[in-house]
């Protein structure tokens, strides 16, 4: 079965400070990855997705990048955080076995609850 | 533009009443639609899908949904609800045509009165 990581679990940071989020699957390879947005009681904000090793395609950036070192790891991250990064950031994954895109059922990861101060 | 759209923000019911969340999508074909769970403090979790076939729509813990193209809309229902269906709930659209995204509605949070 597969299983889905995401550290830290929370963090408490300042605003200017760097972060970095980490994202790892286990149990399929070559899934597609992606990275989500959730602001505090609002929906969920697609910002990136990544269907192979070293490649990442932008959805909605915020002031944020991403990164996929191996097949099964992701890593959101920036140099510089604002206020407005504060909320719960989830990755999510699916087969990738659809060919040309990515409809498959999305599976989500337990999510890092970030607060910028 | 492709959108999803959960009209009723807040639901409040009694355990043991009928359940009904609405959804509403935009989109020029027919999606692949999909209704997630999401507890406090929590990732979502897949209720159900719908692909295509039948309009009706089993998933777990007892929830089903219903697909019509002439509405454009996922109404997620349950018979008789428990106060551990106490969530946030979100219906996403992904487009059929190669795309990457999964486009969210705003969610409904229902209450479960015991």
């Known amino acids: 079965a597969q299983t889905i990581h995401q550290w830290p679990v929370a963090e408490i940071k300042a605003v200017g400070s760097p972060l970095s989020l980490g994202c790892t699957i286990k149990?399929?390879?070559?899934?597609?990855l992606y990275w989500y947005w959730q602001a505090t009681g609002g929906t969920l904000q697609q910002l990136f997705y990544s269907i192979t090793v070293g490649q990442v395609e932008s959805v909605v950036q915020l002031n944020l990048s991403a990164s996929r070192p191996k097949d099964d790891q992701f890593i959101l991250s920036t140099e510089k955080l604002l206020l407005s990064h504060s909320g719960f950031y989830l990755c999510a994954w699916n087969p990738g076995d659809w060919g040309a895109g990515g409809q498959d059922t999305q599976y989500f990861g337990p999510g890092t609850r970030l607060l910028v101060l | 533009a492709q959108s999803v759209t959960q009209p009723d923000a807040r639901v409040t019911v009694s355990e043991g009443a009928s359940l009904q969340l609405r959804c509403k999508y935009s989109y020029s074909a027919t999606p692949y639609l999909f209704w997630y769970v999401q507890y406090p403090r929590q990732g979502l979790q897949l209720l159900l899908k719908y692909y295509s076939g039948d309009p009706v729509v089993q998933g777990v813990n007892s929830f089903e949904a219903e697909f019509s193209k002439s509405n454009s809309s996922f109404h997620l229902q349950k018979a008789s609800v428990h106060w551990s269906d106490s969530a946030v709930y979100f219906c996403a659209l992904s487009m059929t045509s190669g795309s990457w995204q999964l486009i969210f509605g705003s969610g409904t949070q229902l209450t479960v009165m015991p």
């Open positions: 149990g399929k390879s070559s899934p597609n």
